[in-house]
């Protein structure tokens, strides 16, 4: 979404579970310290069984991923914070994009990179990373306690069950850029998916991840040559710009094309070596 457009408020959801014959239904609402945040559900109602159904295609930040990833029942569960959409479990080639080009552009030869995963959302980077057997250690940062619990026990569990139970999987309750700046690891790539990239982002406060302060933090988290990618609702020149600015190498943008007409973006860019 261009950033001078406005985000238009969501219709509400109908009370009650319809089955998903009436819309979206809200499964749950939260107000935490970052505002306010809801998982919906449209389409039909899981069965025990796994049921059936078609999914629908919003066509923005989220086809079904590998085995184990799929919503179950052609259920499409939804994220929205602060009344804008922000994500789906309809279609998560971008996120999975995220982690594939993250790892390709690592240096040849680089053994178990340790790669930190930037939002935890519904799952689908993590899931593809666990997936990945090259990966060593795998970090995901989320700072919304409600998207935690929806995967640890609520309706997006089965997305990324096998992922969590991966010993190499950690998740961390936490805002990014706390986080970054209290540890002393290094990570050979961070893959960030926060709010709706660099260009437009719901919650404020999250625009300080892609000024130059945020991007000198993530490279100084970076081993050598390590690379960072991060995920946008579109690809951004200015943002290219930013990142060559900030000192990182070898910028270029990957473009997933989506329903909508502007291709979501995997923003890459390589630490000094």
Known sequence: MPPTQQPLPLPPAPPGDAGGAGGPVTLDRRDGPYGEVVLRRRGPRPTA???SGTPEDSGTHG??????????GGAVYEIIANGCFLMDTSDGRSERLL???ALAALPAGRARPAVLIGGLGVGFSLAHAAA???????????REAAVIDWHRSGPLAELSRAARADPRTEVVHADLVDHLCATERRFDALCLDIDNGPGWTVTEDNAGLYSPAGLALCRDRLTPGGVLAVWSAQPSAAFELTLRNAGFLEVRTEEVPVARGVPDAVHLAVGPA
């Open 49 to 51: 069984g796994g049921g």
């Open 63 to 72: 086809a079904a991923g590998p085995a184990g990833t799929e919503p179950p």
């Open 99 to 101: 982690v594939d080009a």
């Open 132 to 142: 990945e057997p090259r990966w060593g250690r795998i970090t995901v940062v989320e």
